[in-house]
């Protein structure tokens, strides 16, 4: 928290929400208390969420799409299309998809659970 409040110092007077996953290894004693030490709350995630990992609904589908548009013949190509992706992506593309987990959030909330894509 110390370091995060140098780097930031309008993070001193707001509370940090942390999101996480229900993955095996984030649930661990050890993980847990490193959190509860840094004083960040945490968001509890629903066990199997698409709605809400970003992978699932912001990064991969965009990637999906140029997958399918391009002919690819190999692994090869399909790995080197990837490594292309990646690196293209500005900081305003992984902002822009943190933003979107809040709208999403709600609307999940607002439709009990049930998934917000059909």
């Not at 629903?46 to 709605?51: E, L, M, T, V, W």
């Not at 399909?78 to 990646?86: G, P, S």
Request: glycine content about 2%; charged content about 30%; overall charge neutral.
């Amino acid at each position: 928290m110390k370091k995060n409040c140098e780097k930031r110092p309008g993070l001193q007077k707001k509370k940090i929400v942390f999101h996480q996953d229900n993955a095996p290894t984030h649930k661990i004693v050890l993980a847990m208390r490193k959190l509860r030490d840094l004083h960040y709350e945490l968001l509890e995630h629903p066990h199997y969420s698409p709605d809400l990992a970003l992978s699932d609904f912001y990064l991969f589908p965009k990637l999906e799409i140029i997958l399918a548009v391009e002919s690819l013949s190999s692994n090869q190509e399909a790995t080197a299309a990837v490594e292309v992706y990646f690196p293209d992506l500005t900081n305003n593309h992984y902002r822009d998809g943190i933003m979107a987990l809040e709208h999403r959030w709600n609307k999940c909330i607002s439709l009990k659970g049930d998934y917000v894509e059909k």
